[in-house]
């Protein structure tokens, strides 16, 4: 049976065919649908979950391993810097059942805070990495990764990105092949890494790139196609899907399956039969510095960026010197649309009021990153998962105290159970005075409403014990804690400023679901009374989707808005008035 699939969707269809047990993983686009598709799959089969982090979900994947089950965890390439240590790690110590880990990079950046090229990874590591092109390749490729991590006692990486995580096509369905548990035997000098053991397995794994260096000369998934031109493209991944649309028989292809280690026989061979080669790769010159090294002259970087992706008109006149058609302007201006919090997002009342009282803002990784956008215009810093915390605390002991009463950090619930509770902890431990904002949404908002440790729910929606964050914030020596709803503006303001003046670490978690969950259930929508409105524009200060301005008069658009009635409470003369349906 053949079916349209996500690249993503493919990938856990791979992986459930080659028998996986065992799946940990953290969400993060381009890659949470892999993981959300395998939670789909008989429970009883597959074992799967949402870890608080990726470091944790690696080493949760790993002990199944160790335990001979077949595991893979799966992350975007950040995420991988997250997981990285457990990672280095089992390179050294191998596999007992197969071992994947799956990450996606996402060139162009739709949904991150860095390019980052993984496969940097793979050679720091010592890991063999494949990387598909397409859909029917993320199932294959990921079969064969299992197959050959068992077979080379080595963990694998497969290398996606966005657009093949993202893209559909083709996928032939196979029936699954269970696979029993491989046995367990105790096997300190394999599986205990101290200093003695990892200094003779560090052997190991150099005879083991050894053995793939071998294999990767007879792989099917490394191919060459003659097409008997003079110009050669060696390529992988979307990069090749690209190339193929712009150049299409023109050239000659080494398309590269696995990208780490690289053959050295096969990019020879290849060589010899073009006069001129160009290396189509996206992000860093990764296969074009390798096949230098050789003493093969190819054309890269020197015509192609190393900035976000290509396109198939950018080979197109690079290689071919075709210039692709021109466009056809627009002559109207095209208005622009910027990301904005969603109507009714619960962040939009506390960036409003840590915008008015002028607050310093260490921001984090989540929806309300766009807290740096105007009019809210709060966030100052953007790091990395969990980073908000601890920097505040760096920003406070760099500047003083006078200068942290007007600092805060914001985290949300799932990213302060992914990397925040050590920043927490640090706080206290090392005497700051810091206020902690966590913004408890009820879900992990940004990749797409998965279930954390706080919400209550596994990741198949199964009842499971709730983190309380006030007795956690407690336990760690967080003596004040208060809960307060960030849409009584009122209330919120008067509290934050209460926690900033304190002269002792507090936090503030604020509390209201996002507008898009299921079970949130706004009515009727809101309306301005013109007879009352000064025009004073104190509610574009929200800048919420659905208010608008419009031949200076403040308008409200029944479509986008959900009746939260945030506005009703900012409004000082009460002329945005609340109408049920």
């Given at each position: 049976m053949k079916k349209l699939m996500l690249g993503n969707a493919a990938v856990a269809q791979g992986a459930y065919e080659a028998g996986v047990k065992v799946v940990?993983?953290?969400?993060?686009?381009?890659?949470?649908?892999?993981?959300?598709?395998?939670?789909?799959?008989?429970?009883?089969?597959?074992?799967?979950?949402?870890?608080?982090?990726?470091?944790?979900?690696?080493?949760?994947?790993?002990?199944?391993?160790?335990?001979?089950a077949r595991?893979?965890?799966?992350?975007?390439?950040?995420?991988?810097n997250v997981m990285a240590d457990p990672v280095f790690t089992v390179s050294?110590?191998?596999v007992n059942g197969g071992l994947v880990f799956c990450v996606a990079d996402d060139p162009g950046m739709h949904s991150s805070q860095n390019e980052q090229d993984s496969r940097h990874y793979a050679k720091a590591s010592k890991i063999f990495m494949l990387e598909p092109a397409d859909s029917s390749e993320c199932k294959e490729y990921t079969k064969v990764a299992f197959e050959l991590s068992e077979k080379f006692d080595s963990p694998a990486f497969i290398r996606l990105s966005t657009r093949v995580s993202h893209s559909q096509s083709m996928v032939e369905i196979s029936e699954r092949e269970d696979k029993d548990l491989k046995p367990y035997e105790k096997n300190v000098p394999k599986n205990v890494m101290m200093p003695a053991n990892a200094i003779k397995r560090h052997v190991v794994v150099e005879e083991r790139l050894k053995a793939i260096s071998e294999y990767v000369k007879t792989t099917h998934?490394?191919?060459?196609?003659?097409?008997?031109?003079?110009?050669?493209?060696?390529?992988?991944?979307?990069?090749?899907?690209?190339?193929?649309?712009a150049l299409g028989d023109k050239v000659n292809y080494l398309k590269l399956g696995m990208v780490y280690p690289l053959c050295?026989?096969?990019?020879?061979?290849?060589?010899?039969?073009?006069?001129?080669?160009?290396?189509?790769e996206e992000l860093d010159p990764f296969i074009e510095e390798y096949v230098k090294s050789l003493g093969i002259e190819v054309v890269g970087k020197e015509v192609f960026t190393l900035l976000g992706e290509y396109t198939p008109q950018m080979i197109k006149e690079k290689v071919l010197g075709?210039?692709?058609?021109?466009?056809?302007?627009?002559?109207?201006?095209?208005?622009?649309?910027?990301?904005?919090?969603?109507?009714?997002?619960?962040?939009?009342?506390?960036?409003?009021?840590?915008?008015?009282?002028?607050?310093?803002?260490?921001?984090?990784?989540?929806?309300?990153?766009?807290?740096?956008?105007?009019?809210?215009?709060?966030?100052?810093?953007?790091?990395?998962?969990?980073?908000?915390?601890?920097?505040?605390?760096?920003?406070?002991?760099?500047?003083g105290e006078e200068f942290n009463k007007k600092l805060v950090s914001v985290i949300g619930d799932s990213t302060f159970m992914h990397s925040g509770i050590t920043g927490l902890v640090d706080i206290v431990y090392n005497k700051g005075n810091n206020t902690v904002i966590i913004l408890d949404n009820s879900i992990t908002g940004m990749t797409g409403h998965q279930d954390n440790p706080t919400t209550g729910k596994t990741i198949r929606g199964e009842a499971t014990r709730q983190v309380d964050l006030i007795a956690l914030c407690k336990a760690v020596g967080i003596d004040h804690v208060t809960v307060c709803d960030p849409f009584d503006v009122k209330a919120f303001e008067k509290v934050v400023k209460e926690e900033t003046e304190r002269e002792a670490p507090s936090v503030i978690i604020a509390q209201r679901p996002c507008a898009l969950l299921k079970s949130v259930k706004y009515s009727g929508v809101c309306e301005i009374n013109q007879d009352k409105c000064k025009n004073c524009k104190m509610c574009m200060k929200l800048g919420c989707p659905a208010i608008s301005v419009s031949d200076n008069v403040v308008k409200i658009d029944k479509t986008q808005c959900n009746g939260c009635g945030l506005c009703t409470n900012v409004c000082p003369f009460g002329a945005i008035e609340k109408k049920e349906d």
């Open positions: 940990a993983s953290y969400p993060g686009t381009p890659s949470t649908e892999i993981t959300e598709n395998i939670a789909k799959y008989d429970a009883d089969k597959v074992y799967c979950e949402w870890a608080p982090n990726e470091k944790v979900a690696a080493e949760v994947a790993i002990g199944a391993s160790v335990g001979g595991a893979m965890s799966c992350m975007k390439h950040v995420g991988l050294y110590m191998g998934i490394n191919k060459i196609e003659d097409n008997g031109a003079e110009i050669g493209v060696i390529t992988a991944g979307i990069s090749y899907m690209y190339s193929k649309e050295d026989d096969t990019i020879r061979e290849f060589a010899k039969k073009c006069k001129k080669i160009y290396v189509v075709e210039k692709a058609a021109d466009f056809e302007e627009i002559a109207e201006a095209i208005p622009m649309r910027p990301p904005v919090l969603c109507p009714g997002c619960p962040h939009r009342g506390t960036f409003y009021v840590l915008k008015k009282l002028g607050l310093t803002v260490s921001g984090d990784i989540g929806c309300y990153t766009l807290g740096a956008v105007a009019p809210l215009a709060s966030v100052d810093t953007t790091i990395c998962m969990g980073a908000s915390v601890s920097a505040g605390l760096g920003m406070a002991k760099a500047r």
